[in-house]
């Protein structure tokens, strides 16, 4: 994957998640989290989250981790089993943190050590991503106090974040093509 591409496809996704955020309302507020509240969905996600986790976790070398392999696995087993059994609520939001942090590891993978003009501001988006992944997997009742308010009391916040979003986006679609 070149820097362009990658750059083009994460700016499209920026485009896109603010435009829809733009067009919601109020009302939409218990469609969207009874959305990141369905467990079949949370089940599935988190599995390939963690299927694509333990992918990377196996294929470490004896330099990175030692003779502790085997106990970070089972650690992660554990984690993981714990999860889909006694830690549902929200496991939807915990995915998706979980496979946002994976894919910026491959997208910041791509533009390292290229001198191409959008590789800052491309890891700069990557990187807010990973600090916003971090704090939704740790906390993901954070999105449930957090849309609610965005919906109805703070309005005009939400419209800025979208508005950042787009922006960004089209700031990296133009600065991947100059």
Same mark, same amino acid.
């Given at each position: 994957? %070149?820097?362009? $591409?990658?750059?083009?496809?994460?700016?499209? +996704?920026?485009?896109?998640?603010?435009?829809?955020?733009?067009?919601?309302?109020?009302?939409? %507020?218990?469609?969207?989290?009874?959305?990141?509240?369905?467990?079949?969905? *949370?089940? #599935?996600?988190?599995?390939?989250?963690?299927? #694509?986790?333990?992918?990377?976790?196996?294929?470490?070398?004896?330099?990175? +981790?030692?003779?502790?392999?085997?106990?970070?696995?089972?650690?992660?087993?554990?984690?993981?089993?714990? +999860?889909?059994?006694? #830690?549902?609520?929200?496991?939807?939001?915990?995915?998706?943190?979980?496979?946002?942090? $994976?894919?910026?590891?491959?997208?910041?993978?791509?533009?390292?050590?290229?001198?191409?003009?959008?590789?800052?501001?491309?890891?700069?988006?990557?990187?807010?991503?990973?600090?916003?992944?971090? *704090?939704?997997?740790?906390?993901?009742? #954070?999105?449930?106090?957090?849309?609610?308010?965005?919906?109805?009391?703070?309005? $005009?916040?939400?419209?800025?974040?979208?508005?950042?979003?787009?922006?960004?986006?089209?700031?990296?679609?133009?600065?991947?093509?100059?």
């Amino acid at each position: 994957m %070149t820097v362009r $591409l990658l750059a083009n496809l994460f700016a499209g +996704c920026l485009v896109i998640f603010g435009y829809g955020c733009l067009r919601l309302r109020a009302e939409h %507020t218990p469609k969207v989290l009874s959305f990141l509240r369905n467990d079949r969905l *949370g089940i #599935w996600i988190f599995s390939i989250a963690h299927g #694509w986790f333990f992918i990377h976790l196996i294929q470490l070398e004896e330099q990175d +981790c030692g003779t502790l392999k085997p106990v970070i696995i089972g650690i992660f087993w554990f984690a993981f089993i714990g +999860c889909i059994f006694y #830690w549902k609520d929200f496991l939807l939001v915990r995915g998706v943190a979980l496979l946002l942090i $994976l894919t910026a590891h491959q997208a910041l993978a791509v533009s390292y050590m290229e001198t191409n003009r959008v590789c800052p501001y491309l890891s700069i988006g990557w990187y807010t991503l990973i600090l916003l992944a971090l *704090g939704f997997g740790i906390n993901p009742y #954070w999105v449930r106090d957090l849309l609610p308010s965005l919906f109805s009391h703070h309005r $005009l916040a939400l419209k800025i974040i979208a508005s950042i979003h787009v922006f960004y986006g089209t700031l990296l679609i133009i600065l991947s093509y100059a």
